[in-house]
């Protein structure tokens, strides 16, 4: 995938507004790029982005000559046209890839709200070729062009889109499908803060096993994490962690770490897994003891309050 960027869920814009927002960090994303993505296409579908995942396109607009801000016109052209299922609609740019000389096809995907849990809001990656299989391993021809694309985005874009609604969240970097859920995947990652990282550290347990997602069923993710946080040691332990595994940590009021080997995300998330999370899990009442709590505190406290009806003489107005 290259990039899987997902931003901040926020419940308060609707639809449209949601992605009209999205069209206007798309434009920066590229704007970052360029010169090392050049657009030359637009593509509107309803649904999915595939017509195999039963996606259908909406219109295709070609201009090899055009600039980004070109495209973004029509697309908010037809935004405005269909507001009414905003919520279906996924934008596509189609662009080429040039680093050193070298042109490949690729694209930035700005999905809609049913595909941007498995792929991020915004997705971009080359088209495979027969000497490159994905954007990762293109843009090392370069050293100078892999600093900005992947280094230098992952630190530095989110800055400059702090003040947009909804933020960046998270930039995972990776082969495949890149997230946490895929620890193999993963070449460097942004986190908007600490939280972000121990949540996505939560759900990469859970998917170990039905088990480990049913313990934590019961309890918010806000209050493990703030758990975990408030325990002065803990910070020094991950940071000993990214040093043992590899992983460098670079903090610029949020935190960015890249792999410096390839199974450097693995065998972090895995410790981590083994060693707290699990164990924190362990250490849990399940949902239904606590089920049980409640239903022993109802059957005492009714029990006790028909005792006192029993007990109470009848007063004298009866």
């Not at 509107?44 to 982005?49: G, R, S």
């Not at 998917?207 to 019961?218: N, Q, V, Y």
Request: hydrophobic residues 35%; negative net charge; contains cysteine.
């Amino acid at each position: 995938m290259g990039y899987a960027i997902h931003l901040e869920t926020n419940t308060e814009l609707r639809p449209f507004e949601e992605a009209e927002a999205k069209l206007k960090i798309a434009k920066k994303i590229i704007d970052y790029w360029r010169p090392y993505f050049v657009p030359n296409a637009l593509e509107c579908w309803n649904i999915a982005p595939l017509e195999s995942l039963d996606g259908k396109i909406v219109e295709r607009i070609s201009k090899p000559d055009s600039d980004i801000d070109s495209l973004l016109y029509h697309a908010k052209g037809i935004l405005d046209t269909r507001r009414w299922e905003a919520d279906d609609l996924t934008f596509k740019i189609e662009g080429e890839w040039v680093i050193d000389g070298v042109r490949v096809g690729g694209y930035l995907t700005i999905h809609n709200r049913e595909w941007r849990s498995t792929y991020g809001d915004f997705e971009s990656n080359i088209y495979p070729t027969t000497e490159f299989n994905d954007l990762m391993s293109f843009v090392k021809i370069q050293e100078e062009a892999e600093a900005r694309l992947v280094s230098d985005f992952l630190s530095d874009f989110p800055t400059k889109v702090h003040n947009e609604t909804p933020r960046v969240n998270r930039i995972y970097f990776g082969l495949g499908v890149p997230s946490p859920i895929d620890t193999d995947s993963l070449v460097a990652v942004y986190y908007s803060s600490n939280g972000a990282f121990i949540t996505d550290c939560l759900h990469t347990t859970e998917e170990e096993g039905p088990e480990i997602k049913e313990s934590l069923a019961p309890y918010k993710e806000r209050f493990l994490i703030s758990g975990l946080r408030k325990v002065p040691s803990f910070e020094d332990y991950l940071d000993g962690l990214y040093a043992k595994h590899n992983v460098r940590k670079t903090i610029t009021g949020s935190m960015t770490l890249r792999a410096e080997e390839i199974d450097s995300f693995k065998t972090l998330f895995d410790e981590i897994a083994r060693d707290i999370i699990k164990p924190l899990v362990e250490g849990l009442p399940d949902k239904e003891d606590i089920l049980n709590r409640i239903r022993l505190a109802v059957i005492e406290k009714t029990t006790k309050q028909t005792r006192l009806d029993f007990a109470t003489p009848p007063s004298d107005d009866n």
